[in-house]
């Protein structure tokens, strides 16, 4: 049962899709309080009530003991002291024992803080502006909660099923030969490929939509040889365009008004990579359709994927505060700097990238309403990605188009994945993007992974094949690394043998990750679940915070701890314990429920099979180099089927030609079943 409570006059999102009533009660969950900082809701939390939700976050997925704000930010240093990542998912689920458990989302693209017990550890309390929509979800469980939230905000976007392989990138691949290396590479050692990425050196001085010709004499060639050879190319765009004269983008939004404008009704000036740029105004429907058929020129040249980047919109700097503040400190240039006047300067300097008031200081025309950016500054990244959406429905209407996007909000979900932007090669970072997952699909982001390996500071080899391990069940499976880094390609490592092995397991696991991905879009569910959601009665399983239920057969419990040789598991039922060292090396074996520690050596994957549940494993022979290899053409006979059941299992297998939207419906999934004797142990 879905509640819809309407505060102010609230702007239209375009988060949610179902036509609710506006309810004339009051919220009855929580204590609603309008004041000077807008509305506040609060209520009381019992000991074992736990939070999940809030998307793209630091912290567990017990969110309880911190507090989150949601407003898009360009912020690389993802420790957990941050209250805001890049995105505003404003949707939470309490779960309490004593009392019916609530999901609710705050419908305000401006700034919400959530403090979830940071205060006072037994209170959550929300605030957002006085102008939003708030629903409150009932429901019979945690599934069917964040099933009904699922509903509200509509379907998730499906990725092509090449974009389900693994994928390569690095800032710093910038020519052709750069690319050609890094497919030979993997290529000549006989690791799968199906992307490698275009960062931001692609393009010309950094603007959108143009290819640096003397690094890509041949562009459109070589995306086409490329390929041939199973691998997409994957450009960046982003969100600023360079400002300079005889630019078509930069010449057609000024001509257009398509920019944000400043108080003044100027386009808005502020940097990004390519210096002085202005921003498109997303929220305008016109700005979004032009800035959208920009991608074609792209897709001509045979790209069929994008990433969306700098969508908080991140800014270096306004023209006007950088003005500021270089007057100033040229002011001082004569002074003897104490204490002081030094951390005034460094903090001058500090105060110009992401200043809150220069997202205060431009405006956008949403179809002839003025409004300022902070009010919907969460927005950005989703109207960016929409825009690139709404166009491939123009230009490609029936194929599939890999989108995904750094910034987002609630209902971006509808148009690509996200990524989780710039973490860094460190172990806890590991365990953030585990952490992470499940609250991005409550959020309705199914297409999504972390940069595998971290993308700031350098990786190690253990580290890579930990994260590689876990990698291997999220949708988005990509290695990326930032400029200056040290290299991180597998190949770039000792024991390439073990890399191989685990990333072509990838490939044999592909039946089940893309049925379950496909299933977890045409119902509605999570693909990545806490414990708790599938074993609500078993009160330990509330409290695992480093374990995820993938699909409906598996749960793993990665490791993800240096020098570790295995650790601790927590089972809550009798499982099937599968060990892979490779497609052709496993051993399987029935585990009773309870506390176990388990040793999982460095090139060995481990995870678990649910109890009268199984999944299909392809074979993968030395011959595939990418999905395009995979004959998986419901050859259900064909997969090996590993599972225990006490007397049969059954498992829901989808496929399709995986490029176009010919999806295949429901009563055409294959249902297949198994006696106990015929799965695999
Ligand atoms: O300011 O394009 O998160 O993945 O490699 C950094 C360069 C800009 C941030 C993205 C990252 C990408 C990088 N970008």
């Not at 199973?230 to 360079?242: N, Q």
């Not at 996200?418 to 409550?442: C, E, F, K, R, V």
């Not at 074993?535 to 057969?553: I, K, N, R, T, Y």
Request: glycine share 8%.
């Amino acid at each position: 049962m879905i509640s819809r409570h309407v505060f102010g006059q609230p702007i239209e999102t375009g988060a949610v899709i179902m036509t609710i009533p506006e309810s004339t009660q009051a919220i009855a969950v929580m204590n609603t309080a309008l004041g000077e900082d807008g509305i506040t809701l609060s209520c009381q939390m019992a000991d074992t009530d736990v939070v999940y939700g809030l998307g793209e976050q630091v912290r567990g997925m017990n969110k309880r003991g911190f507090s989150y704000i949601s407003y898009a930010t360009d912020d690389p240093i993802h420790t957990e002291n941050k209250h805001s990542l890049y995105a505003g998912h404003n949707f939470l689920i309490l779960s309490r024992t004593n009392e019916p458990s609530f999901g609710i989302f705050v419908d305000d693209p401006g700034r919400v803080v959530f403090d979830v017990g940071e205060t006072k550890l037994d209170q959550l309390c929300i605030t957002a502006g006085s102008d939003c929509t708030i629903y409150i979800i009932k429901g019979s469980s945690l599934k069917d909660i964040a099933r009904q939230f699922r509903e509200l905000i509509g379907q998730s976007y499906i990725a092509p099923k090449w974009a389900f392989g693994y994928q390569q990138s690095r800032w710093g691949y910038s020519c052709e030969a750069d690319i050609r290396k890094v497919v030979d590479e993997y290529h000549t050692r006989g690791i799968p490929l199906d992307a490698v990425y275009l960062d931001i050196d692609y393009m010309k001085d950094f603007k959108d939509f143009t290819v640096d010709e003397e690094k890509f004499p041949d562009f459109s060639g070589l995306v086409s040889d490329m390929k041939e050879k199973g691998v997409h190319l994957v450009p960046i765009i982003d969100a600023g365009v360079k400002i300079e004269k005889g630019y078509p983008v930069y010449e057609e939004g000024v001509q257009n008004g398509y920019f944000c404008k400043d108080e003044d009704g100027q386009d808005f000036v502020g940097a990004v990579w390519p210096g002085k740029s202005h921003f498109p105004d997303f929220l305008n429907s016109r700005a979004g359709e032009w800035f959208g058929n920009k991608y074609q020129w792209l897709m001509d040249q045979g790209i069929d994927g994008f990433w969306n980047d700098m969508n908080e919109p991140a800014l270096f700097y306004s023209e006007k505060r950088l003005k500021s503040v270089m007057d100033e400190i040229l002011s001082m240039k004569d002074e003897n700097l104490g204490l002081h006047s030094f951390y005034h300067m460094k903090g001058r300097i500090d105060s110009l990238s992401g200043n809150p008031e220069d997202y205060e200081s431009f405006c956008h025309n949403i179809d002839g309403v003025k409004v300022r950016h902070d009010k919907v500054h969460n927005l950005y990244g989703f109207y960016m990605t929409k825009a690139a959406a709404d166009a491939f429905e123009r230009i490609a209407p029936d194929q599939r188009t890999l989108m995904f996007s750094r910034s987002s909000y609630i209902g971006m979900h509808r148009y690509g994945g996200i990524w989780t932007g710039d973490n860094a090669s460190w172990w806890s970072h590991l365990l953030l993007s585990i952490q992470q997952m499940p609250s991005l699909n409550l959020c309705g982001i199914l297409y999504t992974g972390s940069d595998i390996g971290g993308f700031g500071s350098n990786a190690t080899q253990d580290l890579l094949m930990r994260w590689l391990e876990f990698g291997i069940f999220t949708p988005l499976m990509r290695n990326h690394a930032a400029a200056g880094t040290r290299e991180q390609e597998v190949y770039q490592f000792d024991n390439i043998e073990d890399f191989r092995n685990i990333i072509r397991i990838r490939y044999g696991l592909l039946p089940y990750i893309y049925s379950e991905y496909m299933k977890a879009v045409f119902n509605n569910d999570m693909y990545f679940r806490p414990l708790s959601f599938d074993f609500p009665d078993d009160a330990h399983a509330a409290s695992v915070e480093d374990q995820l239920m993938v699909g409906e057969s598996i749960m793993i419990a990665p490791v993800y701890t240096q020098n570790a040789t295995g650790r601790y598991v927590y089972l809550p039922q009798d499982m099937l314990m599968v060990r892979m060292k490779s497609m052709e090396n496993k051993s399987c074996q029935i585990m009773s429920k309870g506390h176990h520690y388990i040793d999982i050596a460095l090139n060995e994957l481990v995870f678990f099979v649910k109890k009268n549940h199984m999944l299909p494993l392809a074979a993968i022979d030395d011959s595939v180099r990418s999905t395009t290899d995979c004959h998986f053409h419901r050859p259900d006979s064909d997969y090996e089927w590993i599972g225990f059941a006490d007397e049969s299992a059954e498992y829901m297998l989808y496929d399709d030609d995986g490029s176009t939207k010919s999806y295949t419906p429901k009563d055409q999934w294959i249902k297949i079943v198994r006696s106990a004797k015929e799965l695999s142990l």
